[in-house]
């Protein structure tokens, strides 16, 4: 298993995980192109991949414009293996060391996601956009919570 920066060249992977989700599934599998995915990768944040024999079962993006996590999704079969908190540990530790403003997400409400968020110290703040519940976290929480490093 290998993390690493995502690259343009890994949007074709990265779209396939992110329509193979379960929860928090696109309604229009459009409404998130490869030219959306190349510009939060490239010029709004950074993006990265975790790769099992050359095959990429989850990623995370995050966008320093609107300080918002834009992706963190697994293929379902890659699920419960701690795959997704180091990909958003990594994109975490990233983001604070760009800026220290709060960054945020949305997901819908009584999903695994949901939960993971709460587990890993994301605050619920209300609700965003089409019903999904809004998170937050603060610089100071994350050095608080954040893996320390051997």
Known sequence: MVIREARVEDITQIQIVRNAVTENALSDPNLVTDEDCKIFITARGKGWVCEINGEIIGFSIVDLKDNNIWA?????????????????????????????????????????????YRNAGWTEVGMHGKNELKFEMTYDNWLNLRPKTK
Do not use: C
């Open 72 to 116: 963190l999704f697994l293929h379902p079969a890659y699920e419960k293996k701690g795959i997704g908190r180091q990909l958003h540990d990594i994109m975490l530790d990233w983001y604070f060391n760009q800026t220290r403003n709060t960054v945020w997400l949305g997901t819908s409400p009584k999903t695994r996601a949901a939960s993971f």
